[in-house]
């Protein structure tokens, strides 16, 4: 339901009411006489309503975090409500650059070679029913191509769309609640793990060619769709038959609770 269709329909039950209670002879007044007037507030209210909504949205920000020279990177990002696109793209000295919704905070510290970086949308007060096109809290940024990746996200109502294809993620754990989730893993990223706890969940993951992978998924009310051709089902496991030997290799551990699963 729309938030205007919801504001009038408060209003409705608003005058509904007190045309019942007048007509059971609970008012003492004229109750007619204070429709048009009610008309009137809810409109006003609306309109001022509105007004600190539009000034309270989200906007977008244009940031860029610094690779600070680190060899490989550990990246952490929080993200609830909106959408969250990652891809490759970042400039050699960033470890991320992109367009945030809402704004970006983060902390970044070094641990030998390693930068550990946590991300965050800015702490402010928003209305959820801004969050739409041009004025929500959507993510959208580059990760560094050119060095080894640990990613971990955590997202809550969203829509991802992962494009790891040209990036070195040899990491991935994915946590996220009533999402849409679709992955591409890394082409050439030699080993990766990916580790997938979704709730309510549609998740979409794309092996890129010449990759082999090693694929579990568990569930309850979750139905999987496999492509058997590549990965045929070998006991509880679906598995690439040259697992063991492939270059660039994919260890796939999904759990899940209502949803799909879908892998090719």
Do not use: C
């Given at each position: ?6 504001f ?14 007048d ?6 007044v ?12 809810g409109?006003?209210?609306?309109a ?11 906007r ?9 020279g680190?060899?490989s990177a550990?990246?952490?990002?929080h993200?609830g409500?909106?959408?969250l ?6 400039g ?7 367009t ?9 510290r ?6 550990e970086?946590?991300?965050?949308v ?44 040209d ?13 849409a ?22 998740v ?14 568990r ?6 769709n ?16 040259d697992y063991?030997?492939?270059?660039n ?6 759990e899940?609770?209502?949803g ?5």
């Open positions: 339901m729309g938030r205007g269709n919801l009038w329909g408060v209003i409705l039950i608003i005058g509904g009411s007190l045309l019942l209670l007509n059971l002879g609970l008012l003492n004229n109750v007619w006489s204070l429709i048009w007037p009610l008309f009137l507030i409109l006003g209210v609306r001022l309503w509105g007004a600190v909504a539009a000034r309270q949205s989200p977008d920000e244009q940031a860029a975090i610094p690779l600070e680190a060899a550990r990246v952490r990002v993200h409500a909106g959408r696109d990652i891809h490759s793209g970042a050699p000295d960033e470890l991320a650059a992109g945030f919704g809402g704004g970006l905070d983060y902390r970044a070094r641990a030998g070679e390693t930068l970086v946590d991300m965050h800015r702490e402010s007060f928003t209305f959820p029913w801004m969050w739409g096109p041009g004025r929500s809290l959507d993510w959208s940024f580059g990760l560094n191509s050119g060095i080894p990746l640990s990613l971990e996200l955590k997202t809550g109502a969203s829509e991802s769309r992962l494009e790891l294809a990036l070195r993620v040899t990491d991935l754990r994915l946590e996220t609640g009533a999402s989730t679709r992955i591409t893993l890394p082409a050439n990223a030699g080993r990766t793990r990916a580790e997938i706890r979704a709730g309510a969940a549609s979409e993951l794309q092996v890129p060619p010449g990759v082999a992978a090693r694929i579990r998924i569930g309850g009310l979750s139905s999987a496999v492509d058997a051709a590549r990965f045929p089902r070998m006991g509880d496991v679906y598995q690439s038959q063991h030997t492939a270059a290799t994919a260890d796939i551990d999904i899940t609770g209502v799909s699963v879908r892998i090719y």
